[in-house]
């Protein structure tokens, strides 16, 4: 049984090119339902004996242990995924989790900072030194393109393309190439020219953004660099990576963009995901810092 999560999970890699964390996500979901089983029913062998009741048993037993209601739709989301997987391989003749309904869920739609936040934060790496041009460059174009933060970590210097003033973004279905602005073309220039190879980074390949090592910045740096700036920058509120994907594409359509246009750019498989940052009346100060996900 662990051994049909495993190929789920590297069939979610290969075909689907799901993000780290995404696959991350769903191996523990998973392994964690898993786990359930077996201290229910130890004799299952297959998933093939396990049943749309013992599933339930399942979603009330998190409902009993305080999961929200967020955390238990998304691990529905992960078994409904995993047994639509299992039924087209034809291990499952049927699918249990089709009348299962997940908990109602109250989203709040997603905040932006305001453009003055956005400024301040995006002018808040002063010191023309490697540090201060590689976070200005890098706040920069996670501010212009949307990028998450899993893509940006992954970018490879041979992703940008400054004579045309584009970033090529993601892999496989999920590849995109998305027009910088000239604040971002100007800071990746003298990032790459100035700062990437005082790093000891190749000029010519590699990670686009990289530590002091030359190696390439991980999830958690860029985490903790956008603390510094926020801080910097007076902004009070919490603001996550996510923020500026969050500020990116409720600007754009303020600005007049269209859905289809700012979907592209954002990678957004559907259009509805896209249909949430559409401008309301007015944007508030802060933010409600969202969780890292696939998708928004």
């Known amino acids: 049984m662990e051994q049909s999560i495993e190929q789920f999970i590297e069939y979610l890699a290969t075909q689907k090119h799901y993000a780290g964390n995404t696959l991350m996500a769903y191996r523990n979901d998973l392994l964690q339902f898993h786990q359930f089983v077996m201290n229910t029913r130890p004799y299952t062998s297959s998933w093939a004996r396990v049943d749309s009741l013992l599933m339930q048993a399942y979603l009330l037993d998190l409902k009993a242990r305080a999961y929200s209601a967020a955390s238990i739709a998304r691990k529905l989301a992960a078994l409904k995924s995993f047994y639509f997987y299992l039924t087209e391989m034809r291990v499952m003749v049927s699918n249990p989790t089709l009348d299962l309904d997940a908990p109602r869920v109250n989203k709040q739609p997603p905040r932006a900072l305001t453009e003055e936040q956005v400024t301040a934060l995006l002018h808040a790496p002063a010191e023309p030194n490697a540090k201060g041009l590689r976070d200005r460059a890098m706040l920069e174009v996670m ?34 190439v998305v027009p910088l602005t000239e604040s971002a073309q100007e800071a990746l220039s003298e990032y790459m020219t100035r ?53 990116f594409a409720a600007h754009r359509l303020a600005e007049g963009s269209s859905l289809q246009e700012v979907q592209r750019m954002l990678g957004h498989a559907h259009l509805t995901t896209t249909q949430v940052y559409r401008p309301r009346p007015a944007l508030t100060d802060g933010l409600t810092p969202p969780m890292e996900k696939n998708e928004p």
């Open 195 to 247: 700062s990437r190879t005082a790093y000891g980074a190749d000029a010519e390949q590699g990670a686009l953004f990289v530590n002091p090592r030359g190696e390439q910045l991980t999830r958690q740096g860029v985490w903790l660099i956008l603390k510094q700036y926020v801080n910097q920058a007076g902004i009070k509120t919490p603001v996550t990576p996510h923020s500026l994907r969050h500020s």
């Open 143 to 176: 501010y212009a393109t949307g990028i998450r933060v899993t893509e940006l970590v992954t970018l490879d210097v041979r992703d940008v393309d400054l004579e045309e003033r584009t970033l090529r973004i993601g892999a496989g279905s999920r590849e995109r």
